[in-house]
C-alpha cells in the first residue's frame, strides 16, 4: 500500500512498468480511494465516539462521579441507571445510523459490516436498557423506602402507572426485548427473515416512544440549554438521515427510473436470471460487484425485499441479477412476468474495484456466489482495467452441472485472455478446495499452486459464508494483507 | 480508525472523562450562595407599612429582612419580618426560600424557587415541600428530615432555610 502511494502518486515514472496507461489511471484511483476511505472512516469512528464521550463526561461534570462514588444507597443505584440510560440512547442512535443507508457509511465500511457493527452494538445496547430500567426502579424503591423484591415490584408499577411517559417507555423497553430475542440467530432460523424484518422495524418506534420520559424525567437531556441542544440535534440528524437514504431516495430512484422486468432466463439447474429495464440507467451511479435491495410488484414479493448482487456490469440500460431458487421467494422470481414493476433499494456495497491498487486480481467464488463475481469480471474487461493474463478466476462447485454463468465467464476470460479455472467436487471438510486441486499440503499452499504469485494479488471472493472464512484464512496464510482482500457477507 | 487517531482520540476522551470526574465530585448542590449575594436587593421588597418610608438599616432590618405590610409597628405585637434564605444550586435546579417572623419563632417558609430541571423534579418538590414547610415550623430550625425520593430538594431546602434563619439572626 504505501509503496503504492510513493510509486504512483509522487513519482514521474509509471507506477507499474509496462502496465497500460487506462490500468495505470484505475490503479491510481484506487489509491486516492483508499486514502480518502482512511479519512472518512476515521471522521466516522471519531464522531461515534465523541458522542459517546460527551454524554458520559455530561453525565459526570452533572454531579454522577460524586452519586457513585459518595452517594446514598439509592442514589447510586439511580445514578448506575442514569448513565446506561445515557449511554444506551447514544448507542441506539449511532444503530439507527449504521441501518440508515447513509451514503457514506456504505462506500467505507460496506452495508454488510455496517449491518455487522449494528449486531455487535444491539448485543449491548438492549442489556444497557434492562440495566438501566433496573436499577432506577430499585434506586427509587431503596430511596422510597420499599424494599424487598414485592418493592422493587410495587415501586416499576406506580412508575409505569404515574404518568412521566414511563408507560411509552415500558413499552419501548418490551419491543427492544422482542427485538432482540427474534434477532439471536437461533430464532432468526425458527421465525423467517420476513417476519423477523418486521419486528425488527418497530425498533424506530422504540426509539421514539423512549423520547419523552427522556425529556420529562431525564435530568441529564434537560441539564442545560447546551444539552437540551445537543440531544435534540442528535435525535434530528439520525432522523432525517433515516428518512432520507432509508426512505426518500430509495422512493425517489425506483419513481424516476421506473425498472420492469424485461426478461427472466434460465441459466442452469434451479438458477433464473431476471433482467431489467429503466429509464436514466446511466444516471444511476452503481458498479459492478453492488446488490439492491429488491421488490417486484407482484403477489408474494412485493412485501420482502431481497439482496441480490448484480450479475452483470450495469451498462446503463439494464440491471442484471441471477437467483438461485433456494427460499420460496427465490423460486417465486422465475414466474416473474416481464412488465412486472420493479422497486430496488441501493446500490449497496463496498464489494468493487473502487479500492483496487494491485496489478494482479484474483476472482473465487463458490455457488451462486458467482454473481458479482461475474460482473466484476466484465468491468475489468471492458474497462481495459486489467492487461491479458493479469486477472484470475477460481469457480468452485460441487458438481459439473452447478456452474450458472459459467459459459459468460468463459467468454470473458477468452476475450481478454484471463485465467478462468473450475475447481469441481463435492464439499471437503474444512477445506475451500475440492479433493486433489493444487496437489498436496494446506489449503494455503495448495492455493498458492493454483495461483502463481497469489500474494501478491487483488483478492475477491464470494460464496457461502462457512467457505469464504475458509478463503479468508487461507489467502492470508499465503501471504495476502488483509487490506488487499474484499469480501461482503450477509448472515442470512 | 488509523493509530495516530486512535491515540488522538484515546487521549483526548480520556482526559476528557477524567476532568468531568474530577469536577462531579464537588456537585453544584453542596454549596449555597452567600445569602447576600443571592437574596433580592432588600429595596425591591421591604417597605415600612405604618410610615410608607424605607425602614431605616438597622440589626432588626437587615438587607434581607423587612417588615410585612400591614404589621403594626407597636410595642405589644411582635413585628412580622420575612426574610429570604440564600439558593442552594441543585443538579435538579436551584431551591430558595423564605421565612417569615414574628418575633424570634418562625411563622411560615414560603419557597420561592423549587427543583424544577423537569416535570418529574417538579412534581417531587411539590410534593415535598409541604412536608418540609411543616417540620420545619414543627422544629422552629433547619434541622429537619430528608423527605424520601426527594432528597436533592430537602438537602438544599435545609440549606437555604438555614441560611435564612442566621440571616434573621434566630437563636
Not at chain 1, 209 to 236: C, I
Not at chain 2, 114 to 124: F, K, N, Q
Request: aromatic share 4%; charged share 20%.
Amino acid at each position: 500500500m504505501i509503496s503504492c502511494v510513493s510509486n504512483t502518486m509522487t513519482s514521474q515514472r509509471p507506477a507499474h512498468p509496462g502496465t497500460s496507461e487506462r490500468v495505470r489511471r484505475a490503479l491510481g484511483r484506487g489509491v486516492a480511494f483508499r486514502r480518502r476511505r482512511q479519512r472518512l472512516a476515521d471522521l466516522l469512528e471519531a464522531l461515534a465516539l465523541a458522542t459517546l464521550l460527551a454524554v458520559v463526561a455530561q453525565f459526570l461534570v452533572n454531579g454522577g462521579s460524586h452519586d457513585l462514588l459518595t452517594g446514598a444507597a439509592g442514589d447510586r443505584l439511580t445514578a448506575v441507571g442514569r448513565l446506561t440510560g445515557l449511554v444506551a440512547m447514544d448507542l441506539l442512535l449511532v444503530q439507527l445510523v449504521l441501518a440508515a443507508r447513509v451514503p457514506w457509511v456504505d462506500r467505507v465500511y460496506g452495508l454488510d459490516r455496517a449491518l455487522k457493527a449494528h449486531r455487535v452494538l444491539g448485543r449491548v445496547t438492549v442489556p444497557l436498557v434492562l440495566v438501566h430500567v433496573g436499577t432506577i426502579v430499585v434506586g427509587a424503591a431503596v430511596g422510597d423506602g420499599r424494599t424487598g423484591p414485592g418493592g422493587a415490584l410495587r415501586e416499576l408499577l406506580a412508575m409505569v402507572t404515574g404518568g412521566d411517559d414511563l408507560l411509552m417507555a415500558a413499552i419501548a423497553t418490551l419491543l427492544l426485548v422482542v427485538i432482540a430475542v427474534t434477532s439471536v440467530q437461533i430464532a432468526r432460523r425458527r421465525l423467517g427473515y420476513e417476519a423477523w424484518h418486521v419486528v425488527h422495524l418497530t425498533a424506530y418506534a422504540a426509539v421514539v416512544l423512549s423520547v419523552p420520559h427522556e425529556l420529562s424525567l431525564g435530568s441529564d437531556f434537560t441539564a442545560s440549554p447546551w444539552t437540551r441542544a445537543y440531544w435534540w440535534s442528535l435525535w434530528l440528524l439520525v432522523a432525517g438521515s433515516v428518512l432520507l437514504w432509508r426512505v426518500a431516495l430509495p422512493v425517489v430512484r425506483s419513481a424516476r427510473h421506473g425498472l420492469r422486468v424485461d426478461r427472466v432466463v434460465e441459466e442452469s439447474d434451479g438458477v433464473w436470471s431476471v433482467v431489467m429495464r429503466g429509464r436514466h440507467l446511466d444516471r444511476l451511479d452503481v458498479r459492478a460487484g453492488q446488490f439492491f435491495n429488491w421488490r417486484f410488484v407482484t403477489p408474494g414479493l412485493l412485501l420482502s425485499a431481497h439482496p441480490w448482487s448484480l450479475s452483470a456490469a450495469p451498462d446503463g440500460r439494464s440491471l442484471r441479477i441471477t437467483v438461485r431458487g433456494l427460499g420460496d421467494h427465490s423460486a417465486a422470481v422465475r414466474h416473474l412476468k416481464p412488465g412486472t414493476f420493479v422497486l430496488a433499494e441501493g446500490p449497496y456495497g463496498a464489494f468493487t474495484t473502487r479500492a483496487r491498487v494491485r496489478r494482479h486480481v484474483l476472482l473465487i467464488a463458490a455457488g451462486i456466489g458467482v454473481t458479482p463475481v461475474r460482473a466484476l469480471l466484465e468491468e475489468l474487461v471492458r474497462e481495459g482495467h486489467a492487461l491479458p493474463g493479469d486477472v484470475h478466476v477460481l469457480y468452485r462447485a460441487d458438481a459439473p452441472d452447478q456452474l450458472p454463468l459459467h459459459g459468460e465467464l468463459e467468454r470473458l476470460a477468452d476475450l481478454a485472455g484471463h485465467r478462468l479455472q473450475t475447481l469441481v467436487g463435492p464439499p471437503e471438510v474444512g477445506s475451500l478446495l475440492p479433493a486433489g486441486a493444487g496437489g498436496d499440503g494446506s489449503d494455503a499452499s495448495r492455493l498458492a499452486r493454483l495461483v502463481p504469485g497469489l500474494a501478491g494479488h487483488e483478492v475477491y471472493l464470494c460464496g457461502p459464508p462457512a467457505w469464504m472464512s475458509l478463503v479468508h484464512r487461507a489467502v492470508q496464510r499465503a501471504g495476502v494483507p488483509r487490506t488487499h482482500i474484499h469480501d461482503e457477507r450477509f448472515g442470512w | 480508525m488509523r493509530k495516530a487517531t486512535s491515540v488522538i482520540m484515546g487521549v483526548a476522551g480520556a482526559s476528557a472523562i477524567g476532568a468531568s470526574w474530577a469536577a462531579g465530585l464537588t456537585p453544584k448542590h453542596d454549596t449555597v450562595s452567600g445569602v447576600t449575594l443571592s437574596a433580592p436587593p432588600a429595596a425591591g421588597r421591604s417597605t415600612d407599612a405604618s410610615t410608607g418610608r424605607r425602614p431605616a438599616r438597622g440589626p432588626a432590618s437587615s438587607p434581607q429582612a423587612h417588615e410585612r405590610p400591614g404589621a403594626k409597628a407597636s410595642s405589644a405585637v411582635p413585628r412580622s419580618r420575612t426574610v429570604d434564605g440564600g439558593v442552594a444550586h441543585t443538579q435538579y435546579g436551584d431551591v430558595q426560600v423564605s421565612i417569615t417572623v414574628v418575633g424570634s419563632r418562625i411563622t411560615d417558609v414560603t419557597p420561592l424557587h423549587l427543583t424544577d430541571s423537569s416535570r418529574h423534579s417538579v412534581r417531587i418538590s411539590a410534593q415535598a415541600a409541604p412536608v418540609l414547610r411543616s417540620e420545619a415550623l414543627h422544629r422552629q430550625s433547619a434541622q429537619i428530615d430528608m423527605v424520601s425520593g426527594a432528597t436533592y430538594t430537602s438537602d438544599a431546602y435545609r440549606q437555604s432555610l438555614q441560611s435564612a434563619i442566621d440571616a434573621a439572626h434566630l437563636p
